[in-house]
């Protein structure tokens, strides 16, 4: 792997994992807010958020499983990987402040198709908030070696 290039699909192995953590801050979610047009109070509003179930503000859902996404497109498989579809349970509040760690955990590799499924998940102080899973296109040494030995003998 290196910066241009992530893990092709050849060097990828069932259970290989990576993780990046991040501190959701104030900033974070006003920005998310603005960028995403998810104005809703429970995000940005503390008077109205004390008054649901979650008795304070909590960050967009959204915004931390970027978080994921992050970890994907720069440590496994890394840069140049292509996110074919994402599932995504949601299983407790992230509030303002907190550290977030997202894991991808390689569950499965698909040789043929240069795809890797990942098993995908956000904890904070121990306790999983999102968990999920990801199918990833990745690049292959294997063709990329064809394509430039077809291209250098026409």
């Known amino acids: 792997m290196n910066d241009q290039n992530g893990y092709d ?4 192995q069932v259970g290989m994992t990576a993780s990046y953590a991040k501190t ?3 900033a974070d979610i006003g ?3 603005g960028v995403s047009g998810d104005i809703n109070a429970i995000h940005l509003n503390e008077e109205y958020a004390v008054t649901t179930p979650f008795h304070g503000r909590i960050a967009h859902g959204i915004l931390v499983s970027g978080l994921i996404s992050a970890t994907i497109a720069n440590r496994l498989p890394g840069p140049g990987s ?3 579809e994402q599932q995504l349970k949601f299983l407790a509040p992230v509030r303002p402040g907190e550290t977030v760690k997202a894991t991808v955990r390689v569950r499965e590799v698909i040789l043929d198709r240069c795809q890797v499924v990942l098993e995908t998940t956000c904890h904070v102080k121990g306790i999983l908030v999102i968990d999920g899973v990801a199918t990833i296109k990745v690049g292959s040494a294997a063709r990329r070696a064809a394509k430039l030995a077809k291209a250098t003998s026409a």
């Open 9 to 12: 699909i050849e060097d990828l």
């Open 31 to 33: 920005m998310f807010a």
């Open 82 to 84: 292509i996110y074919m």
């Open 24 to 26: 959701i801050t104030e």
